[in-house]
């Protein structure tokens, strides 16, 4: 299946092949972890604290994508944007017992958009103007409404990865499903994925 554009749409294909993961935040931000549906639509599995952990029944080609849960910047999962279990790797075989360790860290990014990142998040709007930055920071950060556009990934992304050159999701709504590790339930929907716990990391 491909989207509007003639790329290949990110989604789940079958759920024929089980495996067992364990993500493990160590990006030291609160992170929204996701499942892409068969549709291609994003999931939301509730929320990992920082140094905690989620165990996750799920299957192959089943992917998963983590974001920053205030700026909504994609985190990375074992080094990639995008988590695709197996069965096995590199002859080890997963199972409950034997969950498959996936970290979740903050990617290396350019001084110019830490940079960014940093204003974006320490400056009243109001000041940005006045402010001693460069005019192409003032310019992208006037396309921002602060509060909204946080939570807005889509739009957020438009802006910002069209600057910084990085194609940013754009398959991420503004209203997604929320799963509450704590209340662990259990739902057998063909679009809906599998339970995680919390627990310490």
Partial sequence: MANDSGQK??????NQYPTYVNFVNKSGRMVYLF???????????GHIPPRKGT????????????????????????GERVFHP???????????????????HIPVYSLYRRCLESVYLNF??????????????KDILAKIKPTRDFTNYEHYHS???????????????????????????????????????????
């Fill in 9 to 14: 749409l990110l989604r789940s294909l079958k």
């Fill in 86 to 104: 197996q069965v096995e790797r590199n002859g080890n075989v997963y199972h409950d017992r034997n969950r498959e360790m996936v970290d979740i």
């Fill in 55 to 78: 165990s996750m029944d799920t299957y192959v080609t089943h992917p998963w994508i983590a974001l920053d849960a205030v700026t909504g910047y994609p985190l990375m999962l074992n």
């Fill in 124 to 137: 009243r709007s109001e000041d940005i103007a006045d402010a001693n930055i460069p005019a192409q920071m």
């Fill in 159 to 201: 802006i910002h990865y069209e600057n910084f050159g990085d194609n940013g999701n754009d398959n991420i709504p503004e209203d997604v499903d929320e799963h509450d590790f704590d209340d662990n339930v259990s739902d057998s929907s063909e679009d809906e994925e599998e339970n995680g716990a919390l627990y310490n990391a």
């Fill in 35 to 45: 499942w892409l549906d068969y549709h291609g639509k994003l999931v939301r599995y």
